[in-house]
């Protein structure tokens, strides 16, 4: 009987100990601080604002324009430049993890792949790393950024690490009117 005894114990502690280290295992939810990053620097930084409002203005007009000429089934394909900002460690993702990631953001955009066709729409817009700088310089799309400063402060704007590595701006600046990623 003792034998018996011993396996249903163990089974009733597999059955619960499996599931909660799997649920241990999980991990914290990220969230993108981009949002509040945002809006922190278009009420303290008027450079930064003077720029996002003349970018804003500037694919309204070309909106405006191109949207009269447009055929029934063109895709527009916006050319963008991931800023991988690492300090040498595992922050420094591959290139294929960046590939990885825009094809997803192409999947999302045409609702294909995991997305639920009955529940979206594909809206015509697809995603490509730059080529060239706006200098018309040959680039790769990924632009890799040294900085010790590779973790979110989550205390916000106001915390104690910056929101932003110091000489980033000279990145941002040099990208032009290029779509902006920053991993």
Not at 60 to 65: D, G, H, I, P, W
Not at 150 to 161: C, L, V, W
């Amino acid at each position: 009987m003792q034998p018996l005894y011993t396996l249903n114990r163990l089974t009733f502690f597999l059955a619960f100990a499996f599931p909660i280290t799997a649920l241990s295992q999980a991990g914290a939810s990220f969230a993108c601080a981009q949002p509040e990053t945002h809006q922190h620097r278009l009420q303290n930084d008027e450079h930064y604002r003077r720029a996002f409002e003349q970018q804003e203005a500037l694919l309204y007009e070309q909106a405006r324009r191109t949207i009269a000429p447009r055929g029934a089934s063109s895709t527009y394909t916006l050319p963008v430049v991931f800023h991988i900002i690492h300090d040498n460690g595992d922050e420094n993702i591959t290139d294929a993890a960046v590939d990885a990631a825009l094809q997803r953001l192409n999947k999302a955009f045409a609702n294909t792949g995991p997305y639920n066709p009955a529940t979206g729409v594909d809206v015509e817009v697809s995603f490509c790393l730059a080529r060239r700088s706006p200098e018309a310089v040959a680039t790769t799309g990924m632009l890799r950024v040294q900085s010790p400063l590779t973790e979110f402060n989550y205390n916000g704007p106001k915390g104690a690490q910056p929101l932003e590595p110091a000489g980033i701006h000279q990145h941002l600046d040099r990208a032009g009117n290029l779509q902006q990623q920053w991993l």
